[in-house]
């Protein structure tokens, strides 16, 4: 994120717009608290809070989207949406211009990893510029699409759906759920877990977000934890940089808290939180009860320990500096991670006797890549996951639609080939071409196409500058 002082968010009542920005990251960090609270949230205990998530109200994106990408793992990715609508009890918020639709200032991809491994929570900056797709409306109608345009927008535009398609269009990761929340929940979801840890590096009396604490560690719930989320001028460099970081350190707190046995054993405090954060929630029709009692099933086991917090790989927009763009390759190597967590099938752990892999590595292997799985840009997304494993790729275009992978090489080439193959789960026969470059492979990607097996144990990187939910709360301040 950028730390110019044009590009900081404001949210005290100097700001240009004070009632469309208040409130506004943190109900997305608590949303995905929320999801985990549904992840771990006691199978016993599920029956006597179905009540409680008959109050979430439901939308249908998969009829407005259309081609969504291949799903190549059993994780589960749930895009967490902040809105600033004014309907309802959101009006004590303060009044949107006439006819302005609700927009949204916070966009988190909740990866689920199989098995229960991980839960990594994603943050899209809402001044990221990507290209926007155009999107089909609920009325029929649809929007122009954007060569350029910040990520917010698809929401404004379009709705849920639409920033599902934008996320899915430029990481080419499925997102299978949706949750959407308003700012009205925020207090009742602090107070309902019993208030969230803190800890202040100095004594801040601020009076435009009416935030006033002593230094050092504080429990905060209802009035108290919104100021401290507002605020800007009272602590850190005044950055919206340093800002995010300090709601990232609350909403792990948060979610330490939530999934705390003094929680989650607690049938009144479960219901308690519940009931505070589903009156707040729009999703999809198919996140039904049922499916996050699914969820729970999977990741039940999981500790807050496993719980991270990233920003997409990003930096200054070389076009502009108050806003930012994706940083590549670093961008495309996590979307790959991310598409390819899986968990390791018991016959993979070790290799099999007799038969070595060659032990060349992949940084000096190099592959090109033709398309013949009849998929639109198949071959660049397999280029990228190549990538991610540290081959060398050139993409380089089509071929006649063909069901079988294939790995070909070129004069000298074999062993390279041989060690490619064996990352394929249909471990294709390297043959070799005459025609090829020497020492250089050629994969011929074939409709039977799923995955690389080696992505199955490389799991997701470590990104910069991510947090966890069990930190030391005061760490960095």
């Not at 949706?178 to 700012?183: A, K, L």
């Not at 940089?241 to 792990?252: A, H, L, S």
């Not at 939180?273 to 049922?290: C, F, M, N, R, V």
Request: proline content about 7%; some cysteine; charged content about 20%.
């Amino acid at each position: 994120m950028n730390s110019n002082p044009m590009y900081m968010e404001y949210v005290d009542d100097a700001d240009p717009e004070p009632a469309r920005r208040r409130g506004w990251r943190v109900l997305g960090w608590v949303s995905i608290g929320l999801s985990v609270l549904m992840v771990v949230s006691s199978l016993t205990a599920y029956g006597l809070y179905r009540k409680a998530f008959g109050n979430i109200t439901h939308e249908d994106p998969n009829a407005l989207i259309g081609v969504r990408p291949k799903k190549l793992n059993n994780a589960l990715n749930i895009l967490l949406l902040g809105s600033d609508t004014r309907a309802g009890a959101n009006a004590q918020y303060g009044r949107a211009m006439k006819n302005e639709p609700p927009r949204s200032d916070t966009m988190i991809l909740l990866h689920l990893s199989p098995g229960g491994g991980q839960a990594m929570g994603i943050s899209f900056p809402r001044d990221l510029m990507i290209p926007i797709p155009s999107c089909k409306l609920k009325n029929g109608s649809t929007t122009p699409a954007q060569s350029r345009g910040q990520i917010n927008a698809s929401f404004t535009a379009g709705g849920a759906s639409c920033t599902m398609k934008t996320i899915e269009n430029i990481s080419n990761v499925k997102i299978d759920h949706f949750v959407q929340v308003d700012f009205n929940g925020f207090k009742s979801i602090t107070s309902a877990v019993g208030g969230v840890p803190v800890c202040l590096p100095k004594d801040v009396n601020d009076p435009k977000s009416k935030l006033k604490l002593s230094k050092g560690k504080h429990t905060i719930k209802g009035e108290q934890a919104l100021a401290y989320v507002r605020n800007r001028h009272g602590l850190g460099d005044g950055s919206d940089t340093d800002r995010i970081k300090r709601q990232q350190k609350f909403m792990g707190a948060l979610a330490n808290k939530a999934m705390s046995a003094g929680v989650l054993t607690n049938p009144a405090k479960l219901l308690s939180l519940i009931q505070a954060g589903t009156k707040s929630l729009t999703t999809d029709k198919e996140l039904t009860p049922g499916v996050m009692r699914k969820i729970a099933e999977e990741m039940g086991g999981m500790s807050s320990g496993k719980l991270r917090f990233v920003t997409v790989p990003s930096g200054p927009d070389p076009a502009d500096p108050n806003r930012v763009a994706l940083r590549q390759p670093d961008a495309n190597n996590f979307f790959s991670s991310i598409r390819n967590d899986k968990s390791v099938p018991k016959e993979e752990k070790g290799p099999k006797k007799g038969t070595p892999a060659p032990k060349i590595p992949p940084s000096q292997i190099q592959v090109r890549v033709y398309n013949a799985s009849g998929i639109d840009g198949q071959a660049r997304r397999v280029g990228d996951d190549l990538e991610a494993q540290g081959f060398k790729v050139e993409v380089v275009g089509n071929k006649p639609t063909a069901k079988a992978t294939r790995v070909l090489f070129g004069t000298g080439g074999d062993q390279k080939a041989a060690v490619l193959s064996a990352l394929i789960p249909t471990a294709p026969k390297p043959t070799a071409r005459t025609s090829a470059t020497a020492g250089v492979v050629e994969l011929v990607v074939g409709s039977d196409w799923t995955t690389l097996k080696s992505s199955k144990t490389a799991g997701i990187p470590k990104q910069q500058g991510e947090i966890r939910a069990t930190d030391n709360i005061c760490d960095g301040n």
